[in-house]
């Protein structure tokens, strides 16, 4: 019963940085519902299980010690197999909404793929991203707790990183029917962004506070993006 009770401690404690998000979203007056909210962060969560999976499965040697061995273990096996399960549940995510709420088409679909996303329909696929992260830094956070409470807090300030990074994968999956270059180049970024933020964390001698500064700045910007909520102008992301 005890364990139970800090399990539950440890999940409502990861769980801040999605209540604040949360509060924003409503005092923004965001077009996001709560079943969007909680999809996006039940979606978020369930890509921590491929993630997994894929970490496991890349888990053998590559040159043992070598710059070429900590690069794979930061930037691919963590990084990118974490980026990318998000990106598959994000899929899943918009498919599933679209039909639920019956909207004629999802927001990953376009009518003429010629012609780019509106720019709202970008900052909404940022915002959703946003929370999935979240949603994976809630089950991230409380397994590392789990095993060392000592190191809570750090994650609970770094859970940034994850929403950062899911917040431009957020943007990829709308961008990735009608504009798969950028749908690419933006789940480089989040890769590339995670992978810095693992390296940080990870090395020996390297001061937290770096990883801290790192993954601050990148949610700051995933704040500008979303900030200003969807208007009734649609814009073209090329000119907001």
Known sequence: MYGTWVLLSLIFISSIPVIAVYVWFRLAKYQLSLFQFLFALLAGAAAFLPALFLQNLLNFPVTPGGRLALFFDYFVRIAFTEELSRLLMLFVFFFVSGRVSGEASNI??????????????????????????????????SRFAAADTSVLLLRVITAAVHGACGSRVGAAAVMFRSSPIQAFFRLLTATAIHGIFN??????????????????????????????????????????
């Open 108 to 141: 990953t679909q376009v009518e003429d793929t010629a012609q780019p996303l509106s720019y709202n329909t970008v900052k909404k696929g940022t915002a959703i991203g946003l929370i999935a992260g979240l949603g994976f830094a809630i089950i991230e956070s």
């Open 199 to 240: 390296f940080m964390v990870l090395q020996p001698g390297i001061s937290s506070i770096a990883a801290v500064l790192i993954a601050i700045s990148a949610l700051i910007s995933s704040i500008l993006t979303i900030r200003g909520g969807w208007t009734s102008v649609e814009k073209s992301p090329a000119n907001p």
